[in-house]
């Protein structure tokens, strides 16, 4: 049975429609992300399994039970938002115990379950003090104690890492993560940082324009975008357009004005079902810059000129020209950079390369 | 000579400030001083330091009175406006009410009105419905005075307390009425209590309105100091004058005491 399971929803403000007819289902215990940029509907459909909205259409259901005319307080989820919202006028032990309040805990097993919550986030000495003499990671943590101290039957968290500051955000991240698998509690969480989403999930939804675009492990999003926008949205991707020689066995041939032929895994071009229009998707850190001069190897070559450098420390991202296409590549870097006009040859893999059907973007719609 | 010309500069801004102030303070500084004359002209020169005109105040029946039916009004002024403010606050705020623009104006625009334009009005519309004067119909008067001030701090304090803290209560099994009694109001109280205030002392101050509303046999103290003075000018009136500063002035002043306190223990 599924923890959350969401059918045919829709969800409409007015004559915009936020969510178009989607159809979820997360099984019990797993970290389930809604990834995609501001406007998306990931945070919508947040909000339609919190019971903070009514879906328009559909149904909504957790541990089997219909939702849709359940209202939040009777809900029993943990919601954790973006800006902690502890309550200003309650010390954290009076938070974190809230939830307890209204669950008929009695005043030991209150005090018990505060202190392994507050014990659990590793901020065990600060049950007296009030919300503001927090930190902004610190209060994200009393906010997650006080999600989890009711035993939510599903955790909500809405970016909850976006307002933290970046190192401090990669430490939580962590946290959060070992955190809820020591708990095993079902969660859902909602960002638009690719790389929370990768390193966090067991399964990410990708959603753009009100619709999933994707749904897949962290490594089949990435790897095998089903979609041009899954492709630019996680990391920077190269999409060169070309055709489709046709399928051989598990493998396809791909044509590419100023490339060799290509031929790609099967898997790696689910969609495309015989000759016809394609598109290459090669990441751009796939692409790898050698002198012009260097030996050929195992790999495919093609000659670039660097058009522009973007110099980060530990990596590069390059601007590349082959013929009439402009290419992105980010290697790492020993000592400098290739300069700009530098005359280079591009390596990369068949393998790496993944294909779509030319012509019909998702995004042209 | 650039300094000595900045100087004089600077020194006649001080002096024009503090005759302003002067200007301003003055007559009170001399009701207050003037109060504890012994003479009984309440006027200089002083000819020593007493309180007979406090005590003679305090067994003056009918100032008493006065000041007890405007203690009893204030009070009911403030308890209505507040809970009638912090209702309207609500549903302006946090539902979308329609007309809610429209709403909200004609709810301050009281404030706007000329009070004896309100005063006639209330008057004559309740002449037409044929009810008859009383206290009732003072105190509504006084709510209707009040009630903008009361809406205008709830819903700036109401706006700056985020939506995602009720939602947080709500998701941990709080109903919203609980959601409001633990979370909303508590934060909400600063600005409740300095409404209730602000009811309290310009329902304690009102005469324009009052004169209109009240039945005859009642007064207020301003009303009643109003009446006194049209027969002579007694230094009672002095002692009590000091009283109503006391008051009004204290009051506030206490109650910004309270919420700075409340503040610093609950944040904000």
């Known amino acids: 049975m599924s923890a959350v399971s969401l059918t045919n929803i829709v969800k409409q403000f007015g004559t915009f429609t936020a969510v178009h007819r989607m159809s979820l289902d997360i099984a019990q215990g797993s970290f389930v992300t809604l990834l995609g940029p501001s406007g998306c509907g990931k945070t919508t459909t947040l909000r339609m399994i919190a019971g903070l909205l009514d879906a328009t259409e559909g149904e909504i259901a957790i541990n089997g039970k219909r939702m849709n005319d359940v209202p939040i307080h009777k809900r029993n989820l943990g919601l954790v938002f973006q800006n902690y919202a502890l309550f200003p006028h309650k010390t954290v032990a009076e938070n974190i115990a809230f939830g307890l309040n209204y669950r008929n805990v009695s005043k030991e097993e209150t005090q018990r379950k505060v202190a392994d919550a507050l014990e659990l986030v590793q901020l065990p000495d600060l049950g007296a003090r009030y919300p503001k003499e927090l930190s902004g990671g610190q209060q994200q943590r009393i906010a997650l104690a006080r999600a989890i101290v009711i035993e939510p039957d599903v955790l909500l968290l809405d970016e909850p890492l976006s307002a933290l500051d970046a190192n401090l955000r990669e430490d939580m991240r962590v946290e959060l993560k070992r955190i809820q698998q020591r708990i095993g509690v079902t969660t859902v969480f909602v960002t638009h940082d690719q790389t929370e989403a990768l390193a966090m999930s067991d399964q990410i939804i990708v959603m753009s324009k009100g619709r999933v675009e994707q749904v897949g492990s962290p490594e089949e999003v990435y790897n095998s975008p089903a979609s041009e926008f899954v492709a630019q949205f996680l990391g920077a991707s190269n999409i060169l357009s070309g055709t489709s020689l046709g399928i051989q066995g598990d493998e396809l041939g791909l044509q590419i004005i100023d490339f060799p032929r290509l031929v790609i895994p099967r898997s790696r071009a689910p969609q495309i079902t015989g000759v016809g229009p394609a598109k290459l998707v090669i990441r751009a850190e796939k692409l790898h810059l050698v002198p012009k001069t260097a030996p050929a190897d195992d790999r495919l070559a093609v000659a670039a000129t660097v058009e522009n450098v973007d110099y980060q420390g530990q990596s590069a991202r390059y601007f590349l020209r082959v013929g009439n296409h402009a290419l992105q590549a980010i290697n790492m870097i020993e000592d400098h950079p290739f300069e700009t006009g530098a005359q280079v040859s591009l390596r990369f893999r068949a393998k790496d390369c993944s294909a779509l059907p030319g012509g019909t973007s998702h995004d042209a719609q | ?268």
């Open chain 2, 1 to 268: 000579m650039m300094r000595t010309r900045l100087n004089l500069g600077w020194g006649a801004i001080r002096l024009y400030t503090i005759l302003v102030y002067m200007f301003m303070f003055l007559p009170i500084a001399v009701v207050v001083l003037l109060s504890f004359n012994a003479n009984q002209f309440g006027s200089f020169p002083m000819t020593g330091l007493s309180t007979r005109w406090f005590e003679t105040l305090w067994q003056n029946e009918t100032i008493m009175r006065a000041f007890r039916t405007s203690i009893v009004l204030g009070l009911l002024t403030a308890v209505i406006s507040t809970t009638l403010g912090v209702l309207a606050s609500l549903a302006l705020v946090r539902y979308s009410v329609p007309g809610r623009n429209l709403i909200t104006t004609l709810l301050i625009a009281p404030i706007l009105v000329p009070e004896v334009v309100l005063a006639v009005a209330l008057l004559l519309f309740l002449n037409f419905l044929q009810i008859g004067k009383s206290f009732t119909l003072l105190l509504m008067g006084h709510v209707i005075f009040t009630l903008p001030f009361v809406i205008l701090v709830v819903q700036a304090r109401l706006v700056s307390i985020k939506r995602d803290v009720e939602e947080a209560a709500l998701s941990l099994g709080a109903s919203p009425r609980q959601t409001f009694m633990s979370v909303t109001l508590p934060l909400l109280m600063p600005a409740v209590a300095a409404g209730g205030l602000f009811a309290f002392t310009i329902s304690f101050d009102d005469i324009t309105g009052t004169l209109f509303w009240k039945p005859g046999g009642i007064e207020t103290v301003p009303t009643q100091i109003f009446s006194m003075l049209r027969n002579s000018i007694s230094p009672e009136i002095n002692a009590l004058g000091t009283v109503i500063i006391a008051l009004t002035v204290g009051l506030p002043l206490l109650g910004l005491a309270l919420a700075r306190r409340m503040n610093k223990t609950s944040g904000g």
